[in-house]
């Protein structure tokens, strides 16, 4: 079984803000389960892009078509109400997303604050898209954070070392992104999966906006010829299940 820790919809039907010039192909929730119909997907993390800016509407229809197994990964600014969160806790929102690396999120002065008040609130973590070479400059206050996961592996082979030093303090990261990152994959996996076996949470990245090539095949083999069948069962399913779902 599958748990896509890493996806994204893109619903025509719902405002888009160009990102550095950029807006992405439409990418519906049915596009998404065409794609995903020869897998075991048995659940997943639909997260918000920098081109989604603080829109829920998408996200709370794509999550009703989905179904509960589903979650929500979001983008709000720090002037959202305690009502506000608690009623998009009710919909299946259950992160909180920073997008450093391409904004379009709420900004790092308010990480802090914000991580401790959704996490007080409603038992939320953040995600952070964030390049790993700023992580010597980020860590000492992400090691505060209650409950964190870190986007495509980190992306860069400059500042892994400061990635597997948060890896030994329980931050999670996303098993996504392959095609997106300048180091060599099996090895990143098997360092981080050495470290903290719960730490890994694969995600399909679908549909790979911005990337190089989407999602394929080649990606699962890539983990399965690397892991045991329980390890394996970890990054597929049980890390990220237990993460988002908490069973």
């Known amino acids: 079984m599958i748990f896509d820790a890493h996806f994204h919809i893109i619903d025509p039907e719902y405002p888009l803000i160009a ?20 897998l075991d997907v048995q659940g997943g993390a639909i997260v918000s892009g920098s081109f989604q800016g603080f829109d ?42 920073f997008n450093l690396y391409r904004g379009g999120s709420e900004t790092v002065m308010h990480l802090e604050d914000f ?4 996490y007080q609130l409603a038992g939320w973590h953040v995600e ?10 980020l860590s000492p206050m992400i090691s505060r954070l209650p409950k964190v996961s ?10 892994f070392k400061d990635l597997l030093k948060l890896v030994k303090q329980g931050i999670k990261v996303k098993a ?28 399909t990245d679908l549909p790979g906006t911005r990337a190089s090539r989407q999602f394929s ?7 399965e010829d690397t892991f045991s069948k329980n390890a394996t069962n970890n990054i597929l399913w049980k890390n990220a299940q237990q993460f988002y779902l908490g069973d």
Do not use: W
Not at 24 to 36: E, G, S
């Open 19 to 38: 990102n550095q010039g950029y807006l992405p192909d439409p990418f519906t929730a049915d596009d998404y389960l065409k794609q995903v119909a020869a």
């Open 150 to 159: 870190i986007d495509h592996l980190g992306l860069r082979q400059a500042g």
């Open 56 to 97: 829920q509407c998408y996200l709370i229809a794509a999550l009703n078509k989905l179904g509960k197994q589903f979650v929500g990964v979001t983008q709000l600014p720090i002037t959202t109400s305690d009502n506000e969160i608690l009623t998009l806790h009710e919909h299946g929102i259950r992160a909180l997303r």
């Open 217 to 223: 095949q080649n990606d699962l083999a890539l983990i």
């Open 115 to 118: 991580a401790n008040r959704i």
């Open 176 to 203: 996504s992104g392959f095609m997106r990152v300048d180091f060599d994959v099996k090895n990143a996996l098997r360092q981080i999966y050495n470290i903290n076996p719960t730490a890994l949470m694969f995600g």
């Open 128 to 137: 952070l898209y964030v390049d790993s070479s700023d992580l010597a400059d």
